[in-house]
């Protein structure tokens, strides 16, 4: 059974900065992409952030680009989310997934479609 595990996620004022971390349990990790996704109150999911299988690639949304930075450690099965800068419009549940991939495939995947495995998700909340 594929788990993922979201946390790190917490209250912070803006200009400040999180990590989130998402352990997956079974042996999706090292086979997937991983990404981040986020949904902020009274909205859609929104794509953050992915990472290639093989750590090669990283895709960043535009509104997060030089503050927020994806890692993957596979020895530990666990994906990183550094968050810096961060502003009240950061605000929001963040999700992790996973999508199953071959190891040199280094698309970009960013609709909620393409990912087979999702964690419950971690609230971050920026206040101003």
């Known amino acids: 059974q594929v788990q993922l595990e979201e946390s790190g996620g917490g209250m912070v004022q803006a200009g400040g900065s999180l990590r989130l971390a998402c352990t997956t349990v079974?042996?999706?990790?090292?086979?997937?992409?991983m990404a981040w996704f986020r949904q902020a109150p009274g909205k859609e999911r929104d794509f953050v952030v992915q990472?290639?299988?093989?750590?090669?690639?990283?895709y960043y949304a535009d509104s997060v680009k030089g503050r927020f930075t994806i890692s993957r450690d596979n020895a530990k099965n666990t994906v990183y989310l550094q968050m810096n800068s961060l502003t009240p419009e950061d605000t929001a549940v963040y999700y992790c997934?996973?999508?199953?991939?071959?190891?040199?495939?280094?698309?970009?995947?960013?609709?909620?479609?393409?990912?087979?495995?999702w964690g419950q998700g971690t609230q971050v909340t920026v206040s101003s």
């Open positions: 997934a996973a999508k199953p991939t071959i190891l040199s495939d280094n698309r970009y995947f960013a609709t909620e479609d393409e990912y087979a495995h």
């Open positions: 079974g042996r999706v990790f090292s086979r997937s992409a």
């Open positions: 990472i290639s299988r093989n750590g090669g690639s990283t």
